[in-house]
């Protein structure tokens, strides 16, 4: 089975899941802005990459201009938030609810880990966060949404790389 890896990455963990998945699989690794329909239609399956932003797949914009090329294919979600790696409900109802369109299999849809660091942060991003530390005042919900955090793992890609293995 041939296959293609797109991602969406706003400061580079995703990114960097999608390339160490393309090592893994010998597969193209694309970022949204390059990947075309030329590249879609000649392989079986298409890993989408992307990062949770306000509960949203980064990727859903993309995914919805590309829709009829990515219908019929194997399609594998790869989200990566804050979330823990443990909480794969949470990956999969916000993928569901993303990316709806594209009827993905819930045994195909994988939640990792990222990171953020407020001081990288750009733009509206950062502007975001700079209400967000003025309006927050509860301890607990300031530490959830506020702190900086690094869960990225190299090895919770398992999980897909055995999916993808079986569907090769
Ligand atoms: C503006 C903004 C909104 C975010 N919204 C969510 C969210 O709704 N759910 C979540 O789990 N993580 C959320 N995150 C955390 C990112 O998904 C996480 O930092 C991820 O690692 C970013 O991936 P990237 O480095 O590939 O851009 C958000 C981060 C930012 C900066």
């Keep these: ?92 109802k916000t993928t569901m609810k993303s990316i709806s369109f594209l009827n993905v299999k819930e045994e195909n849809i994988f939640g990792l880990s990222g990171r953020k660091k407020t001081s990288d942060l750009h733009g509206m991003d950062a502007f975001i966060f700079k209400i967000l530390e003025k309006i927050i005042k509860n301890e607990k919900t300031r530490k959830d949404f506020l702190d900086d955090f690094d869960r990225f793992d190299i090895d919770h890609l398992d999980g897909i790389i055995n999916c993808l293995s079986v569907i090769k």
Excluded: C, F, H
């Design 1 to 92: 089975m041939s296959g293609i890896i797109v991602y969406y990455s706003t400061y580079g963990s995703t990114r960097e899941y999608a390339e160490a998945l393309g090592e893994k699989t010998g597969w193209t690794v694309l970022p949204y802005g390059k990947a075309k329909e030329a590249d879609i239609q000649p392989v079986d399956t298409v890993v989408l990459a992307s990062n949770v932003r306000m509960e949203k797949l980064g990727i859903n914009k993309w995914a919805k201009k590309y829709k009829a090329y990515l219908t019929g294919k194997n399609i594998v979600v790869l989200a990566v938030g804050a979330n823990l790696y443990e909480n794969q409900t949470y990956y999969l």
